[in-house]
């Protein structure tokens, strides 16, 4: 890691990341079959997942930009999550939907299925690491 | 409970026949370990890039071995432990009814989406976590964009697989 941490960078990383993973298992979007139940339109509980967590991480983001200075375990500045808009982000998300329609996971929510036992979901998270070494080798092809 | 009566009795109870509070007590926990960790370092984390920076580890492949990649993929891998752990720590000791659980989805249903979202989230710079709550909490058009483009193909998508009959 090339910038200068805290003794604590990892163990609050490794702690948000708990907290995160526990948030996805306690909300069920770690099991498949309810994210499919949600995108059959029998269950909109996900609603209140995403919204839920996006006021939560809204509200983090405002602190931070609006009256806090620099992060203490790392010296970053604090900024929102803006990625420039192009048409890669339709076209992927449009792939990703696909992807999330037939399987019912996400990277995130795959990762925490494998903590709550699931083995598997070891088949998405195989798939997901090929797509993702084809798509940048593909584009390292095409860039070079 | 008496004040959702008038709301059960406008049919919401078979919108959401697992309720509402688990629901909502997850993303919060999701938005709060995602506030933890932008709070005390500014990083904001999502849970995709891993997948690539990870592979820098194995891959010459150039794309995969941007710097920010690798200066980042050693934090990204904890991260992803913390959320295999709290996933752990939910399943087998706090939830009601502990134990291993597993999905009855066919496996070439998961590999097969499991390609199609790693090409995807990779291709669209971001997922449910970095575009669904971390852009959407930053009010980033290009994340409501992505999710809206997901979320319609998504929905499209499951249908039409639950139209074919494949189930589960």
Known sequence: MSERESALFAPVVFAGGLVFGLGLAVSGMAKPEV????????????????????????????????????????????????????????????????????????????????????????????????????????????AG | MSAFTPLLALGLDSLFPRGILPYLAGGALVGLGAAVIYLSTGIIAGASTFLESTLSYVSGVERFNRHEYVQSRDWRVVFTLG???GAAVWGFVLAPDPG???TGVQWWRLLGGGLLVGVGTRLGKGCTSGHGVCGVGSLSGTSLANVATFMAFAIGTAQLVAALGVSP
């Open chain 2, 100 to 102: 291993a659980w597993t």
């Open chain 1, 35 to 142: 994210v499919l139940d949600f995108l059959q339109f029998e269950d909109l509980g996900l609603l209140f997942v995403m919204g839920g967590a996006a006021v939560v991480t809204g509200l983090a983001f405002f602190v931070g930009t609006t009256f806090l200075e620099r992060a203490p375990l790392t010296g970053r500045a604090y900024t929102r999550r803006v990625k420039a808009m192009d048409r890669n982000v339709v076209l992927g998300g449009a792939v990703f939907g696909v992807g999330w329609g037939i399987s019912g996971i996400c990277p995130g929510a795959a990762y925490a299925s494998v903590g709550i036992g699931n083995l598997p979901v070891l088949w998405a998270v195989a798939g997901m690491f090929l797509g993702a070494y084809a798509q940048g080798y593909a584009r390292s092809r095409l």
């Open chain 2, 83 to 85: 959320i295999v752990a």
